[in-house]
């Protein structure tokens, strides 16, 4: 192959490259204002009312797409209302799919968090929220497990991992044995707090649990002995898919078993979309045409520019001379 030729294949190369690259960043690109959106509802519509139970979980309904929460009967709840370690935690019955399955599950929320340190409210305190399950079904990282953590920072912007919330579901890599239809049970419920304080850049957690709930007897100390030895969660309780005549509850069966399929709108929101879309696109646009089209067009615009131009005059000749003639000439 010629040294032209192998010019031809390197820019095709460079071009196959640079549209992978676009399409790559462009998906990147498109998650990000999705993303945007979903955050700039919960700002608006949900991060105000952690404490109200419906409204905040009718929100987790419209930004993780869950197909519903069941009102009641709670699954769990304890609440502590007085003294310096108050909080409140509720487990409920909830439900998601992929285009393929359906899962039942439960939610963990913790709310009502207010926490005196020698008289003081904290503010904002970090909630962990810990699970130590029957069965090493959870998967942390590359790794099979039996705990798994949850962390809840108020201070910072919604994240789908930033929600005083911890899901379970019936699936692999949750609460499924793998290779099997054994469901994990949840032995021990742990929740710990840090007032923001760091060392070595890392939140500093209060090494006494705000509180524990727990099948088997507790015997460390609990903050404002907020603790719970009888806890006992029944798998049946929250698997409810098989109680319905289909896949999903129809409107009788979402009445009788008290379940809340209620989303909020976020097409208010979609402009974000467009708009960050738009900016990448007009970008996108630019740097292709710089880097592929401008050389071309200039020399085209050069090329026609040269064509339209008069030729330029050429120096002038003198057609007569005078001779001066020499001596004896």
Same mark, same amino acid.
């Given at each position: 192959?010629?040294?032209?030729?192998?010019?031809?294949?390197?820019?095709?190369?460079? #071009?196959?490259?640079?549209?992978?690259?676009?399409?790559?960043?462009?998906?990147? $690109?498109?998650?990000?204002a999705y993303f945007s959106k979903l955050q700039?509802?919960?700002?608006?519509?949900?991060?105000? #009312?952690?404490?109200?139970?419906?409204? @905040?979980?009718? &929100?987790?309904?419209?930004?993780? &797409?869950?197909?519903?929460?069941?009102?009641?009967?709670?699954?769990?709840? @304890?609440?502590?209302?007085?003294?310096?370690?108050?909080?409140?935690?509720?487990? #409920?019955?909830?439900?998601?799919?992929? =285009?393929?399955?359906?899962?039942?599950?439960?939610?963990?929320?913790?709310?009502?968090?207010?926490?005196?340190?020698?008289?003081?409210?904290?503010?904002?305190?970090?909630?962990?929220?810990?699970?130590?399950?029957?069965?090493?079904?959870?998967?942390? +990282?590359?790794? *099979?497990?039996?705990?798994?953590?949850?962390?809840?920072?108020? +201070? *910072?912007?919604?994240?789908?991992?930033?929600v005083p919330l911890l899901f379970l579901f019936?699936?692999? %890599?949750?609460?499924?044995?793998?290779?099997?239809? /054994?469901?994990?049970?949840?032995?021990?419920? =742990?929740?710990?707090?840090? %007032?923001?304080? #760091?060392?070595? %850049?890392? !939140?500093?957690?209060?090494?006494?649990?705000?509180?524990?709930?727990?099948?088997? =007897? $507790?015997?460390?100390?609990?903050?404002?002995?907020?603790?719970?030895?009888?806890?006992? !969660?029944?798998?049946?309780?929250?698997?409810?898919?098989?109680?319905?005549?289909?896949?999903?509850?129809?409107?009788?069966?979402?009445?009788?078993?008290?379940?809340?399929?209620?989303? &909020?709108?976020?097409?208010?929101? %979609?402009?974000?979309?467009?708009?960050?879309?738009?900016?990448?696109? /007009?970008? /996108?646009?630019?740097?292709?045409?710089?880097?592929?089209?401008?050389?071309?067009?200039?020399?085209?615009?050069?090329?026609?520019?040269?064509?339209? =131009?008069?030729?330029?005059?050429?120096?002038? *000749?003198?057609?007569?001379?005078?001779?001066?003639?020499?001596? +004896?000439?």
């Amino acid at each position: 192959m010629d040294e032209k030729g192998d010019d031809t294949m390197l820019k095709w190369v460079l #071009r196959i490259i640079y549209v992978i690259v676009i399409s790559v960043l462009s998906l990147q $690109i498109y998650h990000f204002a999705y993303f945007s959106k979903l955050q700039a509802y919960y700002e608006e519509h949900i991060a105000d #009312r952690m404490d109200d139970d419906e409204a @905040y979980l009718i &929100g987790m309904n419209t930004l993780m &797409g869950l197909n519903y929460f069941r009102q009641s009967p709670l699954l769990y709840v @304890y609440e502590q209302d007085s003294g310096d370690y108050q909080l409140r935690v509720s487990i #409920r019955a909830v439900s998601a799919s992929t =285009e393929t399955e359906h899962f039942d599950g439960f939610v963990v929320f913790v709310n009502h968090v207010r926490i005196y340190e020698d008289g003081v409210l904290v503010d904002n305190p970090v909630l962990r929220i810990t699970v130590e399950l029957s069965e090493a079904t959870l998967t942390v +990282g590359d790794e *099979q497990t039996n705990t798994g953590s949850v962390f809840f920072d108020p +201070g *910072q912007p919604f994240a789908f991992y930033n929600v005083p919330l911890l899901f379970l579901f019936d699936s692999d %890599n949750y609460l499924k044995v793998p290779d099997s239809d /054994v469901i994990a049970v949840l032995n021990t419920l =742990e929740i710990s707090y840090s %007032n923001g304080e #760091r060392e070595d %850049n890392a !939140l500093v957690f209060n090494p006494v649990p705000l509180f524990i709930a727990s099948r088997f =007897e $507790i015997n460390e100390a609990v903050l404002g002995n907020n603790k719970d030895a009888d806890f006992d !969660l029944d798998v049946d309780l929250y698997r409810l898919h098989g109680l319905f005549a289909d896949d999903m509850p129809d409107e009788s069966e979402i009445i009788f078993y008290d379940l809340v399929t209620d989303r &909020g709108d976020l097409s208010p929101y %979609n402009h974000l979309v467009w708009r960050t879309m738009l900016i990448y696109i /007009v970008i /996108v646009l630019t740097l292709t045409y710089l880097l592929f089209f401008h050389k071309n067009v200039m020399e085209t615009v050069r090329a026609k520019r040269y064509q339209k =131009e008069p030729p330029k005059p050429k120096s002038s *000749q003198t057609l007569f001379h005078d001779h001066e003639e020499k001596d +004896g000439k």
